[in-house]
């Protein structure tokens, strides 16, 4: 069993900054692709980005990009989602998810396999 812990989120104006963390002590991190997901009361679960296993190569949707970056560091066993200029459309609860999937699927949330517990992120206007 993989466990995903995630922390960082918080309450912020509008147009400042918050660093999500994630972190997991299972063998299989190094491996696996992870993704940030996030999802705000009454909505679907949208995909906010993701992140291949080396950390070159990462994913954005649209509505984040140029704002969240998304890092990774395997000697901690830690990915990072820095967001910047949030806006209050970005309030939501935040997940981390593991995937072995191939990057033109990252998007899809049905395959990741692990997934965090979640947190929470307010963006007041």
């Known amino acids: 069993q993989v466990q995903l812990v995630e922390s960082g989120g918080g309450l912020v104006q509008a147009g400042g900054s918050l660093r999500l963390s994630c972190t997991t002590a299972?063998?299989?991190?190094?491996?696996?692709?992870m993704g940030w997901f996030r999802q705000a009361p009454g909505k679907e679960r949208e995909f906010v980005g993701a992140?291949?296993?080396?950390?070159?190569?990462?994913v954005y949707t649209d509505a984040v990009k140029g704002r969240f970056t998304i890092s990774r560091d395997n000697d901690k066993n830690t990915v990072y989602l820095q967001m910047n200029r949030l806006k209050p459309e970005d309030t939501a609860v935040y997940s981390c998810?593991?995937?072995?999937?191939?990057?033109?699927?990252?998007?899809?949330?049905?395959?990741?396999?692990?997934w965090g517990q979640g947190t929470q992120v307010t963006v007041s206007p």
């Open positions: 299972g063998r299989t991190f190094r491996s696996s692709a």
């Open positions: 998810a593991a995937t072995a999937a191939f990057r033109s699927t990252w998007s899809d949330g049905t395959g990741y396999t692990y």
């Open positions: 992140v291949n296993w080396a950390g070159s190569s990462t």
